[in-house]
Every structure is written in C-alpha cells, then in structure tokens.
C-alpha cells in the first residue's frame, strides 16, 4: 500500500500531517542526514584550516564554497544516495561520510582531502551534534514560536476581560471573586516563566572521539591542543561545549529539556481543562464555524474539541518526553547503541508538542466571554462576601469572627439583604458598615485588575 496521509500509521503523518509538515526537514530521516552531512563537512573545514594538522594554506575559497554547496543544495536525492550506501555499510554514519567522498571525487583539491573527512571520529561525534542542532532548531523555529504566538492570543484575552469579575470555584465551590482575565494572566505568568527556563537549557556538544580522551587524535597530531580545538568546533556550530565524556554526550542537557518543555505543557494541560471547565459552566461559549458538526446525533453542540484535542496530544507528548529524559542519561559502561534509537522518536514528541499548541490557540479564538451568564453567577452567591465580613471584624477586635459567620453561611444560601442585617448588629464604626452594606460580589476582586495589567506588560517587555 503507497504511504500518504490516508494509509500512513502516525497521526502525525496522517491526519496531523498538515499541521507537522514543517517538521519534516528537520527531525524525518533526510533531516537527520543533512544534519550529519552539515557536521562531516565543518568538521572537515576545520581541519582544513589548521595548519597543524593539514598544512599552512588552509583550504581555497572556491573549495569552500564547493563544500558549503553540498550542504545547501543536500536534496531528496542525495539522502536517497546515502540510503543506497547504507545497504553496503550497514552504518548510517558512515553511509554519510562515503557520500561526501563521491561528491568531492571530481574536485583536484578536495579529493587531497579526503582522508580527513570523519577524520578521528566516533559516530557519536557526529550525531550527538547533529541532534544539538536539530534540537536547537526546533525550540526557535517551531515550539517558542508557536508557545510565542499562543501567548499573544492569551495576554489579549486576559487584557480584554482584565476587568471582568467571575465567581472563583475553589474545590468547585463557590468562592470569593476574581477577574475572568486574571485567570488567563496567571497562566501568562507561569508559561512565560517555564519558557524562559527552557529556552535556557544548554544545548551541549562534544567532539572527542572514541572514549571521550582524544586518543587518535594525539596520536596523530600530538602538537594540536585538541580540547581547545574541540570547544572552538562545538561553539562555531552554535552550541555550548561538553569538554568531559565518555563516547557519548551524556545526554543530560536533554533531559533538561525535555523536562523544561514537558513542564510548559502540564501547565497547558491545566489551561485546557480550567478552559473547558468554564465552557461547561457557560462562561464562555465558542463561535460556531460554519459547516462544523458538534455532535453526529445533537445538531445543537458546539462541543470544547481543540481543548480536548491539544489536552490529548500533550498528554502523549509528556508521555514520550518523559521517557525521553529518564532514558537518554543511561548508557552502559563506555556506550551502548539503546539511545540511538531512542533519540530517533524526539520529532514525534515534539509533533504532538505543535499539534497540542496550535490546537489550543484554535480554542483561544473560538472563545466569546458570556457575561450575563457569568454575572448572575456573582448575584446568586453573596455568601461569598463572608470573608471580607469576619476579615473586617477580625480587623475591629470582634471575638469570634470567623465562627460567626461559618454558623451564618456554611452550606447556606443567603441573600444580600440577610447579610447586611447582620452587618448592621455588628460593632463595627459606621464608615466600615456603610462600605460592607455596599459590598457586592462583582466589586470584591481585590487587585486583580492591576495584576492582570502587570502580567501583561510583563509579557510584553520581554517579548521586546
């Protein structure tokens, strides 16, 4: 059967298909080639250009504009060469080296070099950087930038209904007011927060051979400092260098960022289903998109599914980053070849990451504040206003505030006239009766507009 969207066994290739495409450059099998094509070809530059290790000239500017070419012109082709290779080799790692062999074989100068391509590496030299690159790719190009574009859509709800009081539930119990924008700028702050950890996370790279103790290298060229060597190769990649290792980089970094990225999206989980919540309390309904269907039986729904669905797809993303990071760090003794494989399943985790995210902005945009119905929930609660009463007797030295009003309201539904009969009895100076008598629910919210209006500039500035 011919692989397309239809018979393809992921979701992420099939139904989510449009939604990964982006992807596919990066993290599918072509990707990784590229990668590790990019990394065989620097490195051989490097040497290139060390004159204790090839010679004083360094290599031509038309040899280096040939070698930068392969890895800018790398097509669909050429991966399928260096698959054709493999089948030979039975090593991916190598396949790659092989090809750049061919592609150099036509040029006088280049083809001297040859020797020196994958010169005193362990395959792990090359993938460990070609997994940092895609790593750090992706967290720029695609997952802070869609966290980046969801934000944005979040601070403007949170802006827009800043001032807009909404029944608190804590324990799903009515409890004393809030602002509906508030509640959305929290989970400004706290993502914003997580992103800022994770966009931290160092991406570490080694280069050092079969042990991690440059070995080969010193045997061959025992003038080089080859850890400075190394560090300068690393960070010309645009990662931070891991001067001390086995064969393997340890892969703690990226449990560090699995971890980081697996904690933005239990907070998401948590917006998706406080969202969801209040869309089933009708605080917020959602547009209904022409042509849609909500349920295959009940005409009327217009059901919460991009929630559902981004709750769902970040759920299978954790599960996969989960493993991902209490994997990765363990290999036995020198190395064993358990993370390879493993390290091949990073794209999926991160599709699900970009399924989840656009998903949930979809939802954003659905969403219409229902204020009367949000309103009548402050109205048919003043019991709420309790705290504020036992807070001010408490302030005026009244024994037995609390218990009072726990005798008075709990489990009890009053009205606003049976509260201010109570404050009236109370000894309490006139100008604070006057102000609790005057009390509503919807103007008990304490300070939560000017939160909710720090949240969002904070956002703002360090988007500038």
Not at 256 to 279: K, M, P, S
Request: aromatic letters at 6%; one cysteine or more; charged letters at 25%.
């Amino acid at each position: 059967m011919e692989l397309s969207h239809l018979t393809a066994i992921s979701p992420i290739d099939g139904r989510y298909g449009s939604r990964t495409a982006e992807l596919r450059n990066l993290f599918s099998e072509y990707g990784l080639f590229h990668k590790r094509l990019e990394v065989e070809i620097r490195w051989l530059q490097a040497l290139a250009n060390h004159p204790g290790i090839t010679g004083p000239d360094g290599l031509s500017p038309a040899a280096v504009q040939a070698l930068d070419a392969i890895i800018r012109d790398f097509s669909q082709a050429d991966a399928a060469r260096i698959k054709q290779l493999e089948k030979t080799t039975n090593h991916d790692v190598k396949a790659v080296e092989y090809f750049i062999r061919e592609k150099i074989s036509g040029d006088d100068e280049l083809r001297s070099l040859s020797e020196f391509i994958h010169f005193a590496c362990t395959s792990e030299d090359i993938n460990n950087l070609s997994q940092g690159l895609q790593l750090a790719e992706a967290r720029e190009k695609h997952l802070c930038a869609a966290l980046s574009s969801l934000l944005d859509e979040l601070s403007d709800l949170a802006e827009r209904w800043a001032a807009q009081p909404m029944l608190s539930r804590t324990h799903g119990q009515p409890a004393s007011p809030t602002t509906l924008g508030k509640e959305l700028a929290v989970f400004v702050h706290r993502l914003q927060r997580q992103i800022d950890l994770f966009r931290q996370v160092e991406i570490l790279g080694k280069m050092n051979g079969a042990v991690g103790n440059f070995n080969a290298h010193l045997v061959a060229c025992p003038g080089v400092d080859w850890m400075e060597f190394s560090r300068n190769f690393v960070e010309s990649l645009g990662l931070s260098h891991n001067p001390h290792t086995t064969q393997v980089e340890a892969h703690d970094y990226q449990a560090e960022y699995f971890q980081a990225l697996g904690r933005i999206n239990t907070i998401l989980v948590d917006l998706c289903r406080d969202t969801w919540g209040y869309i089933a309390l009708d605080y917020f309904r959602l547009k209904a998109v022409a042509g849609e269907t909500g349920s295959s039986t009940m005409p009327h729904k217009v059901n919460p599914i991009d929630f559902e669905n981004a709750e769902g797809n970040l759920g299978v993303a954790n599960a996969l980053l989960g493993f991902l990071a209490e994997k990765l760090p363990v290999s036995r003794w020198q190395r064993d070849l358990t993370d390879s494989t493993v390290n091949r399943n990073t794209g999926s985790a991160i599709a699900h990451c970009l399924i989840a995210y656009q998903s949930c902005l979809k939802g954003l945009g659905k969403l219409e504040a229902n204020a009367d119905r949000i309103n009548a929930d402050l109205d048919d609660n003043p019991e709420v206003l309790a705290e504020a009463i036992q807070t001010a007797m408490r302030r005026h030295g009244i024994e037995g505030s609390y218990e009072q009003l726990r005798e008075l309201t709990r489990g009890q539904r009053l009205d606003r006239e049976a509260l201010r009969k109570f404050t009236a009895g109370l000894d309490l100076p006139a100008d604070v009766k006057a102000t609790l008598s005057d009390l509503a629910p919807r103007d008990y919210i304490g300070n939560a507009v000017e939160q909710t209006g720090q949240i969002i500039a904070g956002w703002k500035e360090g988007k500038g």
